[in-house]
């Protein structure tokens, strides 16, 4: 358990219940936007998925997903997602979407394995959406415009709150920058990935690092990225590696770089080879998901994540995800963040 306590804090929403209107407000807000930005649809998605198809995210490969036998189904063995990064591009094919078309959902997870503190959870919410693309939008200036799209979204509902909630004040930066993880550990060689989130992102306010999960020069990466569903390993224009990243903005109250949102170009066939052979996991080309992959069976994609409690947190300058979502913590925890004035719901 790790816990940050704010300095001062206080809910500038005055009470949990004008906490909850807002948190309605926000949802609301954003998922229009976004739809409207990325021409989106809503559909309904699953909670859980049968074990071994190959269609639950496996994050970074060592987070235990929640799982239990289907009594009426001869005791097969389900799990419950850790995300909708995979189905979601098997929805779009079950559809016949058209490019420049896509789907979003309602994404509810557990992740058990997570370490809690003010911005990690078990319980996972997050607007998962998954756009087709043609195979020529497979590089880094599509990347980047669909990027600004949803920066746009997020800009669009921090203005709208404020007409409703006069004291958030919009505090976003006009535009978002750009910069590729090999290139941040050129600027910061001496500090932690999540040290150089930091600087670059205290800098700009609002930035996108690309290439996540990729080798870096050093033999690290930056961060975790499952070998399946982002493209990290495709030559880009920039002269680096990877057709992904991570949204961050600047968080005042946790002093701290702050993930929104993880998205990317998704894998063609090509790169799903070459990224299992990277991480040892060809066996995974024989499972349901990655054979229709394999095959050309599903559609070239963009889509990811964007996390529902996070933005809220962000948006209603919260210090911490329990104030927004409803879930575990420990008693300790809870004790602190009481003596805090942090309102775990």
């Not at 799982?67 to 909708?84: N, Y």
């Not at 809690?116 to 693309?133: A, G, K």
């Not at 990729?214 to 590696?241: I, Q």
């Not at 889509?303 to 996070?310: T, V």
Request: hydrophobic share 40%; proline share 5%; glycine share 8%.
């Amino acid at each position: 358990m790790s816990l940050y306590i704010p300095a001062g804090y206080r809910n500038i929403m005055g009470s949990v219940e004008n906490t909850e209107k807002a948190i309605k407000a926000v949802k609301n807000m954003f998922q229009d936007n976004l739809s409207a930005q990325l021409a989106l649809l809503r559909v309904t998605a699953p909670m859980v998925v049968m074990t071994g198809t190959g269609i639950n995210d496996d994050l970074n490969g060592v987070e235990r997903p929640v799982r239990f036998p289907v009594k009426d189904m001869g005791e097969r063995q389900a799990e419950v997602v850790h995300s909708l990064a995979k189905w979601k591009r098997l929805k779009l094919a079950e559809l016949g979407t058209a490019p420049g078309r896509g789907i979003y959902t309602d994404m509810n997870a557990l992740r058990p394995d997570e370490e809690l503190d003010n911005i990690h959870s078990i319980y996972v919410d997050q607007w998962d959406w998954e756009r087709v693309i043609r195979p020529e939008d497979r590089n880094l200036d599509f990347l980047k415009k669909m990027v600004r799209r949803i920066y746009e979204a997020i800009k669009v509902t921090e203005n709208k709150l404020y007409v409703e909630f006069p004291q958030i004040t919009p505090s976003l930066p006009e535009d978002i920058y750009f910069i590729h993880s090999e290139e941040l550990l050129q600027m910061y060689p001496g500090l932690t990935p999540k040290e150089r989130e930091n600087e670059i992102v205290r800098r700009y306010g609002a930035v996108f690092i690309i290439g996540i999960g990729g080798e870096l020069s050093d033999g690290s990466v930056h961060d975790g990225r499952a070998a399946d569903y982002d493209d990290w390993s495709t030559p880009n224009s920039d002269g680096f590696n990877g057709l992904n990243g991570d949204i961050l903005l600047w968080n005042p109250i946790l002093e701290s770089a702050f993930e929104v949102s993880s998205m990317g170009i998704r894998v063609s066939p090509e790169s799903l080879e070459r990224q299992l052979a990277i991480r040892g996991q060809e066996w995974k080309k024989e499972l349901f998901f990655h054979k229709r992959l394999l095959a050309g069976m599903l559609p070239a994609c963009i889509g990811g994540g964007i996390g529902q409690s996070r933005l809220c947190m962000y948006l209603l300058r919260k210090a911490h995800i329990g104030e927004i979502q409803s879930s575990l913590w420990p008693d300790d925890m809870r004790i602190a963040c009481a003596a805090a004035g942090i309102e775990l719901v």
